[in-house]
């Protein structure tokens, strides 16, 4: 027991003072291990942050824009959490269809997804739905179309209702809608899997998607 009290304490006073190396002739770190390390009780990091609740769940990664040796290792903040859910509300649109948006979300660092879709007609207006306003598809409502895509840098958002004929109208609408982020520190997008049906209406993925 001495002689482990006498190690730890000769190694504090060395970190306070100089670079420690374990299988490293040269340490660049205050401690630099080269090997495995095995940790018999526990590890803790900066515990005057710790927060005692569910809430404070941290997750553990490392920088790699870090010049740190190895990689920084740092607790993933706001920007780096696995998902994010962003609502928008788009407002005062022209008739149905929403074109382009940009969201200014950069692609190289993330890619997203849309749920929780909404149309709500602005006051006064008949809403697509409505005979009224859509007369020509009185038996077939028709669907809307919801679509990210990447342009330039950042995602974009284009919904519409292809088969509304608003063109003697000049309603307007606001559609709300979560925009799901998913950071590419987290998730892997593995690229589009083509499959052609030739003209059937079966068909199987030639192979499973690579990396799983």
Partial sequence: MKKNILFIFLLFSALSTAQV???TPSPVEKLEVNGSVAVGQSVTIDPTAYVNNPAGFTILGTDPSSATVGGKVLSIE????PLI?????ISNIYRDDLNDVNLNIPTDKYFITIANFEAIPSAGNNGIYSPVANPDTNSNRGHFT?????SGQ????????PTLNTQNTTDRYTYNFDIIIYSKR???DLGTINVNFNGSN?????????GI
């Fill in 202 to 210: 079966n068909a199987s993925a030639t192979a499973a998607p690579s």
């Fill in 146 to 150: 919801i679509r990210v895509f990447p």
């Fill in 154 to 161: 950042n995602w974009h958002v284009n919904i519409g209702y």
């Fill in 78 to 81: 706001t920007l780096y959490t």
């Fill in 85 to 89: 859910v962003q609502p928008y509300s």
């Fill in 186 to 188: 987290f998730f892997k």
């Fill in 21 to 23: 190396g374990i299988g």
